[in-house]
T-cell receptor, first 112, second 116 residues
Framework: AQTVTQSQPEMSVQEAETVTLSCTYDTSESNYYLFWYKQPPSRQMILVIRQEAYKQQNATENRFSVNFQKAAKSFSLKISDSQLGDTAMYFCAFMFPDGLTFGKGTHLIIQP | EPEVTQTPSHQVTQMGQEVILRCVPISNHLYFYWYRQILGQKVEFLVSFYNNEISEKSEIFDDQFSVERPDGSNFTLKIRSTKLEDSAMYFC??????????????FGEGSWLTVV
């Protein structure tokens, strides 16, 4: 079974700073997909970014980018120029055959 | 932009009562899912549904749970006899295809169930 580990329960940074959220996973699969979802106080699950394991290039989406290290089974999320609206829970997720396995999440607080 | 819609947004029910949570997946999607998030905990997979049958389910999805696609648009989760520990946010989700193409799973806004 796949497992996803997020070792930082909470992080706090100043507005405009860059922050990196870590995620590691365990799988025996060679081809898979990884995601970061954001959950603001409204509790909606919003897709932030997705990475395909067979692609060596790290995914980017505006201020969000990932550092995908397949050999190390690491998938960190970098948020540049952080904004107050980035305050949320961030969940790393691994896609298994018919669904997602989530990590426990990192609560990111952006301070004004 | 198409989205997954869920009703109700919040429901309070007595222990032992039956609850039906409803979802309208994105129209051209083929895979449907239910996830659960107990307050303060991570999101947990319950069940996936494809071609009018369950394709995968977790240990959480026991006999008190059932899913159905009663018509061409709705996808429902029924909890037969609710327990206090069923109190959680329930997310419906859908995707165009399955893992083989790694299609993104899109979530609804959730239905918050409180069992008293």
């Amino acid at each position: 079974a796949q497992t996803v580990t997020q070792s930082q329960p909470e992080m706090s940074v100043q507005e405009a700073e860059t922050v990196t959220l870590s995620c590691t996973y365990d799988t025996s699969e060679s081809n898979y997909y990884l995601f970061w979802y954001k959950q603001p106080p409204s509790r909606q699950m919003i897709l932030v970014i997705r990475q395909e394991a067979y692609k060596q290039q790290n995914a980017t989406e505006n201020r969000f980018s990932v550092n995908f290290q397949k050999a190390a089974k690491s998938f960190s999320l970098k948020i540049s120029d952080s904004q107050l609206g980035d305050t949320a829970m961030y969940f790393c997720a691994f896609m298994f055959p018919d669904g997602l396995t989530f990590g426990k999440g990192t609560h990111l607080i952006i301070q004004p | 932009e198409p989205e997954v819609t869920q009703t109700p947004s919040h429901q309070v029910t007595q222990m032992g009562q039956e609850v039906i949570l409803r979802c309208v997946p994105i129209s051209n999607h083929l895979y449907f899912y239910w996830y659960r998030q107990i307050l303060g905990q991570k999101v947990e997979f319950l069940v996936s549904f494809y071609n009018n049958e369950i394709s995968e389910k977790s240990e959480i999805f026991d006999d008190q749970f059932s899913v159905e696609r009663p018509d061409g648009s709705n996808f429902t989760l029924k909890i037969r006899s609710t327990k206090l520990e069923d109190s959680a946010m329930y997310f419906c989700a859908s995707s165009k295809s399955d893992r083989s193409t790694g299609n993104t799973i899109y979530f609804g806004e959730g239905s918050w169930l409180t069992v008293v």
